[in-house]
């Protein structure tokens, strides 16, 4: 079966982990600025708050889990008040050891092993859109055990460690994402995968992009009407299928075209349109150049 968040997963191809134990003791408070990157943590002890920009207060607790796909600012803090310390998160990603806030000596009251890891995608940003901003998830010890894995392999320099590390995250993408509650989850792919008849419409577009879809194909293969699918779809997805469906096609055909070794007339094909020309002008009008072009500079880069 068509698995829409596999393919999305394996399209941003996450990669490049980092990671160390964070602990904490007495009064301490952390701010960090917006990131960017996806980043993640799960304690290890204790409990602290987290208050990430835009989302409400999270007490995290020992065998939680926190996901964060485009990290925005946050303030971590202890149990007892505290002046945030402003942190850099770029200046103490190479640091050594254990990253230690608040009293000094003594054991930790808190302890966590955080890390972030980036997405090879050049379309990583559309992609994210369609992924909750903050996923939180208690009580699932395979996350733990995952995290663990992902520490251990980036602290090595065993042979294969780069495609180890990324197949962990791959995994841990997914599994995070599963165990989310996607009842509860904000308009995107969770939510849309959570509507069987959404889910559908989804597995049909991902299974052959390439195919001239209208709303009402889609609908006749989500056994709904076509005005009740177009609403439950945008609802529930937060774009209109045929927006998502572009969008969807775009970011296949970013991904060829940095491969390399394809004609443009090739990867309109494959993508669904019926000529270059066509293809052309849709692309231009989506990323803002010509595939030509995009793929040049994608060379150039790589």
């Given amino acids: 079966?068509?698995?829409?968040?596999?393919?999305?997963?394996?399209?941003?191809?996450?990669?490049?982990?980092?990671?160390?134990v964070i602990s904490g003791a007495g009064a301490w408070?952390?701010?960090?600025?917006?990131?960017?990157?996806?980043?993640?943590?799960?304690?290890?002890?204790?409990?602290?708050?987290?208050?990430v920009e835009r989302q409400q207060p999270l007490t995290l607790v020992e065998g939680d889990f926190v996901l964060m796909p485009a990290t925005p600012g946050f303030t971590l803090s202890g149990a007892e008040p505290a002046v945030?310390?402003?942190?850099?998160?770029?200046?103490?990603?190479?640091?050594?050891?254990?990253?230690?806030?608040?009293?000094?000596?003594?054991?930790?009251d808190v302890r966590?092993?955080?890390g972030y890891f980036t997405f090879g995608s050049p379309d990583a940003a559309l992609l994210v859109s369609l992924l909750p901003a903050l996923l939180h998830v208690r009580g699932v010890e395979r996350l733990s055990l995952l995290v663990g894995l992902l520490r251990d392999e980036s602290l090595d320099t065993r042979p294969g460690r780069e495609l180890v590390l990324g197949r962990l995250v791959e995994?841990?993408?997914?599994?995070?994402?599963?165990?989310?509650?996607?009842?509860?989850?904000?308009?995107?792919?969770?939510?849309?995968?959570?509507?069987?008849?959404?889910?559908?419409?989804?597995?049909?577009?991902?299974?052959?992009?390439?195919r001239a879809w209208t709303v009402e194909a889609l609908a006749r293969g989500a056994a709904l009407s076509r005005t009740t699918f177009f609403?439950?779809?945008?609802?529930?997805?937060g774009q209109p299928p045929m927006e998502y469906l572009q969008a969807w096609r775009m970011a296949l055909a970013k991904d060829l075209l940095g491969r390399g070794g394809l004609a443009i007339a090739e990867v309109a094909e494959r993508v669904g349109?019926?000529?270059?020309?066509?293809?052309?002008?849709?692309?231009?009008?989506?990323?803002g150049q010509p595939p030509g072009r995009y793929a040049r500079q994608r060379e150039a880069a790589a």
């Fill in 84 to 108: 945030p310390v402003f942190l850099d998160p770029a200046k103490t990603q190479g640091r050594s050891g254990e990253l230690r806030h608040g009293r000094r000596k003594g054991p930790p």
């Fill in 171 to 210: 995994v841990l993408l997914v599994e995070a994402l599963r165990c989310s509650p996607a009842g509860t989850a904000p308009p995107g792919l969770l939510r849309g995968l959570a509507d069987a008849r959404v889910a559908a419409g989804l597995r049909l577009m991902h299974g052959a992009p390439a």
């Fill in 231 to 237: 609403e439950r779809f945008a609802h529930a997805v």
């Fill in 29 to 51: 408070a952390v701010r960090y600025s917006a990131f960017g990157q996806p980043s993640f943590c799960t304690m290890l002890q204790g409990h602290c708050v987290l208050a």
């Fill in 273 to 287: 349109y019926g000529s270059a020309s066509t293809f052309s002008t849709a692309f231009s009008r989506h990323v």
């Fill in 1 to 20: 079966m068509i698995d829409p968040l596999a393919d999305v997963i394996t399209l941003l191809r996450p990669r490049a982990v980092f990671s160390k």
């Fill in 112 to 114: 966590m092993l955080g």
